[in-house]
Nanobody
Framework: QVQLVESGGGLVQAGGSLRLSCAAS????????MDWYRQDPGKQRELVAS???????VYAEAVKGRFTISRDNAKNTVYLQMSSLKPEDTAVYYC?????????WGQGTQVTVSS
């Protein structure tokens, strides 16, 4: 089994920064992909950014140039550095781990950006 624990969410003013962390534990394979998703109430969950164990990254257009995803493979941890935050970035942010045919989700962390 795999457990994911997110941290780092909170309340920030527009233009500010936050750093999210997601620590994975359990049966982690060396080849995997870790993603950040977000979901606003009443909306679909959307991909924010993704990073493979080899370091290849993908970003949603809405966050390109403002968010940076990174990972520490030794710690099985993925980070999301969020800068120039906007009110529309307000959502619950979820971490996902994909390995082989399996996927695992964290419990989510709330990010609220005030205008």
């Amino acid at each position: 089994q795999v457990q994911l624990v997110e941290s780092g969410g909170g309340l920030v003013q527009a233009g500010g920064s936050l750093r999210l962390s997601c620590a994975a534990s359990g049966s982690i394979f060396s080849i995997n992909t870790m993603d950040w998703y977000r979901q606003d109430p009443g909306k679909q969950r959307e991909l924010v950014a993704s990073i493979t164990s080899g370091g290849t990254t993908v970003y949603a257009e809405a966050v390109k140039g403002r968010f940076t995803i990174s990972r520490d493979n030794a710690k099985n941890t993925v980070y999301l550095q969020m800068s120039s935050l906007k009110p529309e970035d307000t959502a619950v942010y979820y971490c996902r781990l994909r390995q082989r045919i399996y996927e695992y989700w964290g419990q989510g962390t709330q990010v609220t950006v005030s205008s």
